[in-house]
């Protein structure tokens, strides 16, 4: 069986502090979810 692909995007604009927040929000919202692949 293939593999889940699940991508996202957005623009870099904000601080480094924001942008690493939205990330970490992004690993807690995917986390649970097995036999996908991630790309941001």
Same mark, same amino acid.
């Given at each position: 069986?293939?593999?889940?692909?699940?991508? @996202?995007?957005?623009?870099?604009?904000?601080?480094?502090?924001?942008?690493?927040?939205?990330?970490a929000?992004?690993? &807690? @919202?995917?986390? &649970?979810?097995?036999g996908? &692949?991630?790309?941001v």
């Amino acid at each position: 069986m293939r593999r889940k692909l699940v991508v @996202g995007n957005w623009k870099m604009h904000g601080s480094v502090a924001k942008n690493k927040a939205l990330l970490a929000d992004i690993m &807690d @919202g995917v986390r &649970d979810f097995n036999g996908a &692949d991630y790309v941001v």
